[in-house]
């Protein structure tokens, strides 16, 4: 019997360069809270009204420590969406690894975006944006994403968990299903609950997935 694939067979890009990458643990602190204040800084501003400053003195950082990792505003938003979408797979992959089919992974996956989302709202604006900023970040976002999805609908179909002819074009639904999903229900409204969302969204998917 195939085994279950895993969300961590396809990694993301560390933030920065090799040549930046911090070397202790010091310097991991002050990368992630330059990360996590560019994340709000672009969030409440966007690309084009975001500046470095913002980012440093949300930080509590000076001048020299982001220059430090990052060369330019353009270099520290193109780490940042890479990092945002290593957050979302590394939030969602333990939960998605953890079901018990292959059908019952999304579901958990989609519940657990959800729940990501509504504590980092800014992360649809920055996406969005990328596209316009950095069209290669913006595509391997949404690329890297659908390959994770595709590669757990082809393992499942080989357990005998979904359709046999599950292909990309099967992922790339699921992955704008979730999208417009996490728009409505994380970004937009709170109160639904996202088991509720996760369940519905999932019957469709058991409905024209289940193997013949």
């Known amino acids: 019997m195939a ?5 961590a067979t396809l990694s993301d890009p560390p933030p920065t360069s090799a040549a930046k990458t911090p070397r202790t643990e010091r310097g991991r602190k002050t990368l992630r809270a330059i990360l996590d204040a560019a994340a709000v800084e672009f969030g409440e501003k966007g690309f084009h009204d975001g500046s470095i400053s913002g980012i440093t003195q949300r930080a509590g950082v000076a001048l020299g420590s982001f220059y430090t990792y990052f060369d330019s505003k353009d270099e520290v938003f193109r780490a940042l ?5 290593a957050q979302v797979r590394d939030h969602v992959g333990p939960h998605v ?3 018990a089919d292959e059908l019952a992974a999304e579901k958990a996956g ?9 504590q980092h709202k800014e992360i649809y604006r920055i996406i969005d944006e990328s596209e316009f900023v950095d069209q290669e970040s913006y595509r391997q976002h949404y690329e890297t994403s659908v390959q994770r ?3 757990r609908l082809k393992a499942g179909a080989a357990r005998g968990e979904v359709r046999a002819d599950v292909n990309e074009v099967h992922a790339w639904a ?3 299903m979730n999208v417009f999903l996490g728009l409505r229900y994380g970004v937009w409204d ?7 969302v ?3 969204a999932n019957d469709m998917l058991r409905r024209g997935l289940a193997p013949d």
Not at 190 to 196: A, G, H, M
């Open 149 to 151: 999805i595709d590669a």
């Open 3 to 7: 085994e279950r694939s895993t969300d």
């Open 198 to 200: 996760a369940a519905i």
């Open 190 to 196: 709170e109160n639904t609950p996202t088991e509720d």
């Open 81 to 85: 969406v890479r990092d945002m979408s």
């Open 97 to 99: 690894l953890a079901a």
């Open 174 to 176: 699921i992955m704008g």
């Open 110 to 118: 989609l519940k657990t975006f959800l729940e990501f989302v509504r």
